[in-house]
C-alpha cells in the first residue's frame, strides 16, 4: 500500500543513494542548518494542517452540544452514586 510519499517497503527514489557516491555521515540532516531544519519542520506542519477535514459551524455546535450534555450525564451519575455510597457508610458505621 503506497501513499503520496511512498511507503516502508518501497522507499522513494531521492531516498536511496548511489553506490558509487561516498555517503555523508548523518544523511541528510547533516546537509542542513538548525534554521533550515526548523523552518522545514514548520513548512511541514501548515502542509498537514492544511489537509485536515475542519468541521462546519453546525457540526461543531452539535459536537459540543454532544459532549457537554455527556459530561453533565456523567456528573450526575457520580453525584448520585457518591451520595448513596455515602449514605450507606453512616448506615454500617453509625
Known sequence: ???AVGSI??????DEAPDSK???KGGKR???GPLKRLALFY???IAELRKVVWPTRNQLTSYTTAVIVF?????GLVT???YGLSH????VFG
Request: no cysteine; proline share 3%; hydrophobic share 45%.
Open 88 to 91: 450507606a457508610a453512616k448506615y
Open 30 to 32: 547533516a546537509k542542513k
Open 71 to 75: 459530561v453533565v450525564v456523567m456528573i
Open 22 to 24: 561516498k555517503s555523508r
Open 1 to 3: 500500500m503506497t501513499d
Open 9 to 14: 517497503d518501497m522507499p522513494d527514489a531521492q
Open 43 to 45: 513548512r511541514q506542519i
Open 80 to 82: 448520585l452514586i457518591d
